[in-house]
């Protein structure tokens, strides 16, 4: 599991780290991780649906950031619980894009074992930072 869970870093909300050896493993990480703190099980996320998106950012971590915001935007809009697939990320003029795959379903009570539901990710304690090994990101979200 390329990520774990903040329990000093925000009471009313959660946090987690996430890591992974190219900057594409820990999006993917990251994304797990958000998605963990909504459905216990995320094997129960059967891939059904699927969904394309690009994303500019300026720097690697509103990158990160904003591929995060989008997969809370499915999960509100669509009811659709998505998993990144496939994530490429390159520079592009002045910053940064990410050519992200996600697949998933619609949120089933019946199968999804539902915990908590996320808001919003925060800028609270924020950051994304290269590391020996490859790359780590802190990230809270608003429940």
């Not at 998605?35 to 099980?41: A, G, Q, R, S």
């Not at 950031?65 to 997969?71: G, H, I, N, S």
């Not at 002045?94 to 998933?104: F, K, L, N, R």
Request: glycine share 4%; charged share 25%; aromatic share 10%.
């Amino acid at each position: 599991m390329p990520y774990r869970y903040l329990d000093d870093i925000a009471i009313a909300d959660a946090a987690f780290e996430a890591w992974g050896g190219t900057l594409e493993e820990m999006f993917a990480s990251a994304a797990d991780a958000l998605l963990n703190v909504m459905v216990k099980d995320l094997s129960s996320i059967r891939e059904r649906t699927y969904r394309h998106f690009r994303i500019e950012e300026a720097q690697t971590d509103l990158l990160l950031f904003q591929v995060l915001q989008k997969l809370i935007y499915y999960k509100d809009a669509e009811q659709l619980l998505a998993r990144i697939k496939s994530v490429r990320i390159a520079p592009h003029g002045d910053g940064w894009t990410a050519s992200v795959e996600s697949a998933g379903e619609a949120i089933d009570p019946d199968r999804h074992d539902l915990l908590v539901d996320v808001k919003a990710v925060t800028l609270h304690q924020f950051r994304v930072e290269t590391t020996p090994d490859g790359w780590r990101a802190t990230v809270v979200v608003d429940v």
